[in-house]
């Protein structure tokens, strides 16, 4: 458990992922999505990830703090494909403590094996004592 006052502003916290085809075929399933590109490979072999479920890398994050968004901004730049490792930097931009825990801000970085940003966003939330 993460202490909510000891989180502050600057503070960055990183994971990293490679999805799978098992993890896109989970995904078509629950979300319904059935995007040719989602189900059907490409020349090779890849399936593209769909962009909500590369969104769980910082809310993987996020639950590793505790933390509950109130609000989550993703802009999607370039797909992203079964195989490739994606890693996902979060940084904390405002810490505002509450009595009950602390509202934090951040914004985040998601970018592929060449180092291209796949996905950006920022959220706002809180983490309770």
Do not use: W
């Not at 993890?23 to 909500?52: A, C, I, K, M, T």
């Not at 079964?82 to 890693?87: L, V």
């Not at 009595?99 to 094996?113: A, H, S």
Request: glycine share 8%; hydrophobic share 30%; net charge negative.
């Amino acid at each position: 458990m993460v202490d909510p006052y000891a989180l502050t502003e600057g503070e960055t916290f990183t994971h990293s992922r490679t999805f799978t085809h098992a993890d896109v075929e989970q995904f078509v399933e629950v979300s319904e999505d059935e995007n040719p590109h989602h189900v059907e490979p490409d020349e090779e072999g890849r399936l593209v990830v769909h962009g909500l479920l590369t969104g769980t890398l910082p809310t993987k994050i996020g639950g590793d703090l505790n933390y509950i968004a109130r609000e989550l901004n993703y802009t999607f730049h370039r797909p992203v494909y079964t195989g490739e490792e994606i890693r996902c930097a979060m940084t904390v931009t405002s810490v505002t403590e509450r009595d009950d825990g602390v509202r934090l801000q951040t914004e985040y970085v998601c970018r592929n094996e060449a180092d291209e940003v796949v996905m950006s966003g920022d959220s706002d939330g809180v983490v309770y004592e």
